[in-house]
């Protein structure tokens, strides 16, 4: 089946030590996002990417990263991971081409010690 | 202001009712409309999506879209305890082509 895959699931790192959430997709999208979400909260867009060109946020912090090597995959660093950056991070992609539904990923969970 | 507003919850309703979920969003040029449910703990996944004035039915649920009164909501008919989900409407607006941005969610809680 055509799908968003996350990896890991669940991350633990330390306070400041780098860490690095990757995402995959099946469906031959043209965009992926990625997005932070808190507890009760909206999802919060950070960036994404249509085809190779890359879209950040403005509220955005310096601290997130993003790589998309291939049509296939995209990738998340945060380079200095703060208490306040644990979260549930989102991947989705879309068709794009005036299609705008978005599809999720399960999300990786990730907690900073 | 909130771009897309909704209220929090929880919504209780019992099972087999009609669940009503309301959304209103600020920017009147929104062309894309959709709601995603969204079990607690796991990713949103998308239900329904509306485009035009009207209502639009997909088994047990219909959204309706009034773009003059800048609401979008979602009935969710004969509801069961597994529809029990925090519900996120999401919109495209005009500030970016290929974004949505989302409510914070309705809680819908379906007793049995």
């Known amino acids: 089946d055509a799908m968003v895959i996350q990896n890991p699931r669940y991350q633990v790192t330390q306070f400041g030590k780098p860490v690095t959430l990757s995402c995959s997709q099946t469906?031959?999208?043209?965009?992926m996002y990625w997005y932070q979400q808190k507890s009760s909260q909206a999802p919060k867009l950070l960036f994404h990417?249509?085809?190779?060109?890359?879209?950040n946020e403005a509220d955005t912090p310096d601290n997130f990263q993003s790589r998309r090597p291939n049509t296939s995959f995209c990738f998340l660093d945060i380079r200095s991971p703060g208490l306040g950056d644990a979260a549930m991070y989102l991947c989705?992609?879309?068709?794009?081409?005036?299609?705008?539904?978005?599809?999720f990923g399960p999300g990786t969970r990730l907690t900073v010690t | 202001q909130k771009e897309v507003e909704q209220n929090s919850g929880p919504l209780s309703v019992p099972e087999g009712a009609i669940a009503s979920l309301n959304c209103t969003y600020s920017?009147?040029?929104?062309?894309?409309f959709f709601w995603y449910r969204q079990y607690s703990g796991k990713s949103p996944e998308l239900i329904m999506s509306?485009?035009?004035?009207g209502d639009k039915e997909d088994g047990r649920f219909t959204a309706q879209l009034n773009k003059a009164s800048q609401y979008v909501s979602l009935l969710i008919r004969d509801s069961q305890p597994s529809d029990s989900a925090t519900y996120l409407c999401?919109?495209?607006?005009?500030?970016?082509?290929?974004?949505?941005?989302f409510g914070t969610g309705t809680r819908l809680l379906v007793s049995p």
């Open positions: 989705a992609t879309s068709i794009g081409q005036g299609s705008y539904e978005q599809y």
């Open positions: 469906l031959n999208h043209n965009v």
């Open positions: 990417y249509y085809d190779k060109d890359f879209n």
């Open positions: 920017d009147r040029g929104s062309q894309s």
């Open positions: 509306i485009y035009s004035n």
């Open positions: 999401a919109v495209r607006g005009n500030t970016g082509f290929q974004k949505l941005v």
